[in-house]
């Protein structure tokens, strides 16, 4: 009881530090610590993934993923899977845009060429996960929205695994970000997002107080956890992704983070995806 009272008085003080701030420019904040002292140029990862769903047994993967920078805004992903046998060589390579959807293509080992991502596939999930191909472009490229993008407002604080959280709503202002509205909970502290809930539907009522229960069902809910720092940067080791209507979800864990390693242009490239894994 007396923590549960301090942490209420902390979150107290803490948004009288800052009562005057807009949810505009928490976001600028993140955005100049992810263009500043956090800013990084490659990255290579690990995961190991499990998909759960109440209607067949729980499935394991595994991928290493590779991401990589380039002028004007765009941002190249590609990602092969190692395990199991049955997803081993297929591969995703990802064109992020700054300003339109990201173009998207997936090399299935077994018909041994890659199909372009397009249209109603993008609402698919990701190798049957609850991330669908949409959902990995709107989640990379959300720390890069300007106002012109999505409007933000502030809607109080709340707690997300003992995490002081500012709690801010997106409403998002082009069309192909494809979702209606977007509310994130940003650590005070360290602003790494704890939690996103995507909606396509606005809620019947307003809100009812910051970080109250919404009377919508998000489409998908992210969360994070274990956030360590990799050199300067800190990342969450741990993210869950829930559908609520189908009671699915899938956890992804990172095994191995790198940065800056000097990743080779070619790996980021359509023939690169039928190489199965980068040597």
């Not at 993008?149 to 500012?166: E, S």
């Not at 209507?245 to 242009?265: E, M, N």
Request: proline share 6%; with cysteine; charged share 30%.
């Amino acid at each position: 009881m007396m923590r549960t009272v301090a942490l209420m008085a902390a979150l107290a003080i803490a948004g009288a530090a800052r009562g005057d701030e807009s949810a505009r420019a928490i976001l600028d904040r993140q955005r100049a610590l992810d263009e500043g002292e956090r800013h990084w140029s490659e990255r290579r990862e690990h995961l190991q993934m499990e998909v759960i769903d109440p209607r067949r047994a729980p499935r394991q993967m595994e991928l290493e993923r590779f991401d990589k920078r380039y002028p004007a805004g765009e941002e190249r992903t590609i990602a092969y899977f190692s395990a199991p046998d049955t997803v081993k060589g297929t591969a995703l390579l990802a064109i992020a845009h700054p300003d339109r959807s990201a173009d998207q293509w997936l090399f299935l080992p077994e018909t041994k060429r890659a199909r372009r991502i397009g249209g109603e596939v993008r609402k698919q999930g990701f190798v049957g996960s609850d991330l669908s191909y949409h959902d990995l472009d709107v989640l990379e490229r959300m720390p890069t929205w300007s106002e012109s993008d999505t409007a933000a407002r502030l809607r109080g604080a709340a707690l997300i695994d003992g995490v002081a959280c500012h709690v801010i709503e997106l409403t998002p202002h082009r069309a192909g970000i494809g979702y209606q509205r977007i509310v994130v909970w940003l650590g005070r502290d360290d602003l790494v997002a704890r939690q996103v809930e995507l909606y396509e539907t606005v809620p019947p009522t307003g809100w009812f107080g910051a970080g109250g229960a919404d009377p919508a069902q998000p489409t998908r809910r992210v969360r994070q956890s274990d956030v360590r720092s990799v050199g300067r940067i800190p990342l969450p080791h741990r993210v869950d992704v829930e559908t609520p209507d189908a009671g699915t979800k899938t956890t992804v864990v990172f095994t191995a983070v790198a940065f800056d390693q000097g990743l080779p242009d070619a790996l980021f490239t359509q023939p690169a995806l039928e190489w199965g894994r980068y040597p």
